[in-house]
């Protein structure tokens, strides 16, 4: 990478620090379709996830009922009792910490810094490697990489994991407004110009 493409990468990734914190902070779009627990019903639920789990991870339930050096007849088992369960419900994912934390630390906000600049820095240079010219072609490509960016995991997870629609199209409308402005920063600062024509002559015969 050139010293121009590397700069264009920082500010981009500024630029898109500061539209995520404008996202989550002001238009709190990250957060649509997400609900807290009945208030009613909170300190309940936290006492009795509390007892039944000791320690942090990524919990899907009901569970699959799966374990080392089953035969594949259990196996087989296991399957229909877990698929009978989904079936009847309830089911859902869950993020556990049974440990208390503080809210946006500063490890937190360095690793979402690296992470954009990184993405800024990426969507720059593959756009340097392009033969495209035009500004609007340029921001056209960026916005294109936040597309494919948006789709490659929240579909899915909207998909298989159950996560809600509303909440799915405003994380990934937040990724490609993101995109959007990194495209404007980068394609701004790596303007390509267009080859001078080379002019023919020929000789008399």
Known sequence: MNKRI?????????????WGSFSHIVLRL??????????????????VLSGALTH????????????PGMSAQERSAANKAFEAKYKR???????????????????QLIIQFVLVVVEALLAAWLLSLTTLTSFASRVGFVVGLGVLMALAT???YWDWYGFPGNYTAAYMLDKVIGMLIVGLVVAAMTRKRMAAPVLQTTRAA
């Open 6 to 18: 590397l700069l264009a990468g920082l500010l981009g990734g500024v630029a898109l620090f500061a």
């Open 30 to 47: 990250p957060s649509i379709g997400i609900e807290d627990f009945p208030q009613a019903q909170e300190e309940g639920v936290k006492s």
């Open 56 to 67: 942090p991870g990524f919990y899907f339930f009901p569970g699959m009922g799966e374990a």
């Open 89 to 107: 419900g309830p089911h859902g994912i869950l993020i556990f910490e049974p440990a208390g934390a503080d809210v946006m630390t500063p490890k």
């Open 154 to 156: 929240n579909v899915e």
